[in-house]
């Protein structure tokens, strides 16, 4: 059995144990952003978990930007409880878990949780080959983005409601 549930302090060494493997070393999130991000959104920080273990997670801040800049990645004391967006700044599956649906299911609790918020929407960036996952989702590619995050090319995504 599944479950969703808030992350916690006491999840960090975990969730940056799978965002480690998960992501390049650029574009990783940090232990520290970890903290910042559960402290201040911990709402918007979820964790999937299979029978008490962590699979997998997804977080973002709440922005009234309908797009992500950097520095939405680095200052999560931006977050807007009452912003317009829903952004996704990371969803991680551990590896041994993976091609099983569990990111879409992620995603998909993250989509109901901003509809159930009244958002306006929710936005991401991703790199090309991950365009045609995210329209899956009902996500438009809005072309390359500002984004220089890690040093790579981005491009913008935006699902409206």
Not at 48 to 72: P, R, Y
Not at 119 to 125: E, K
Request: proline fraction near 2%.
């Amino acid at each position: 059995m599944i479950t969703f549930r808030n992350a916690t302090l006491n999840d960090l060494d975990v969730i940056t144990e799978i965002e480690n493997i998960c992501f390049p070393p650029k574009e990783a999130a940090s232990k520290e952003s970890f903290t910042k991000r559960i402290q201040i959104y911990p709402e918007h920080f979820w964790l999937l978990e299979a029978e008490g273990k962590l699979i997998g997670f997804v977080n973002g801040m709440v922005t009234n930007q309908n797009t992500i800049s950097d520095t939405l990645f680095s200052e999560a004391s931006l977050h807007d409880k009452n912003g317009k967006w829903q952004s996704v700044f990371g969803i991680a599956v551990a590896p041994e878990y993976r091609n099983q649906g569990y990111a879409g299911q992620l995603m998909n609790h993250l989509i109901m949780q901003a509809k159930k918020e009244r958002r306006d929407g929710v936005i991401l960036t991703c790199k090309s080959h991950l365009i045609q996952y995210y329209k899956r989702f009902g996500f438009a590619d809005l072309g390359v983005s500002q984004s220089v995050h890690g040093g790579e090319v981005w491009h913008d995504m935006t699902l409206i409601f």
